[in-house]
């Protein structure tokens, strides 16, 4: 089954209300090397390039520093960067059948052992928060063994993932992961 994920920035503070879409895709890397960042959309491009959500370069469970990591081992994380105000960057999963789907497998971690801390946000198709995880600058994945069900969503509908800067803004490269089921 295909699904589609849309990138934004919110435009409300700790929120899911839909801002435009980031337009301007960089295929190469982030021209700020702690990123660990390529092939990424955002709205500016050089070293405005933020907020931003992209591809990871560094595997899972082999950036130094890195601990905690979730299976499976390997793969390359989506990395989204929050912007500089109290609003998320957002991917947004766009359901593509009418169904019950699960989040399970959530997980985040900053990048940069600079800086503070990131958080990630889920939430339902109503926009409101499911869970909260909190990744602080040690560079240790959080996760939780907990599963959200969400029952008669329709196509269309979207189920979302933020990521805010839980304080001072700055090095707040954040890699995420989650597993989506439907049921």
């Known amino acids: ?14 929120g899911v209300t839909r ?15 702690f990123n660990n960042l390529q092939a990424f959309w955002a709205n500016a491009t050089g070293v405005n390039a ?15 520093g890195e601990t905690n990591a979730p299976a499976p081992l390997g793969v390359r994380d ?17 359901v593509p059948q009418n169904g019950t789907y699960v989040i399970s497998n959530i997980g985040v971690r900053r990048v940069s052992s600079s800086g503070n801390n990131a958080r990630l946000r ?6 409101t928060q499911l869970t909260n995880l909190n990744a602080t600058n040690n560079r240790q994945w959080v996760t939780t063994s ?7 969503l329709t196509a269309g509908q979207y189920i979302y993932f933020g990521v ?10 954040t890699e995420v992961s989650w597993t ?4």
């Open 1 to 14: 089954m295909t699904a589609n994920i849309e990138l934004y920035e919110s435009t409300n503070n700790g």
């Open 19 to 33: 801002g435009s879409l980031f337009s301007t895709f960089t295929s190469g890397v982030h021209q700020e090397a």
């Open 50 to 64: 933020y907020p931003y959500a992209g591809k990871s370069t560094v595997n899972r469970g082999s950036d130094a």
């Open 78 to 94: 989506l990395q989204l960067h929050p912007p500089s105000n109290n609003h998320e960057t957002i991917a947004a999963f766009r």
């Open 122 to 127: 889920v939430f339902n198709a109503q926009g």
């Open 146 to 152: 907990t599963a959200y069900t969400m029952s008669n």
């Open 164 to 173: 805010d800067r839980n304080g001072n803004y700055g090095y707040d490269a």
């Open 180 to 183: 989506i089921t439907k049921n």
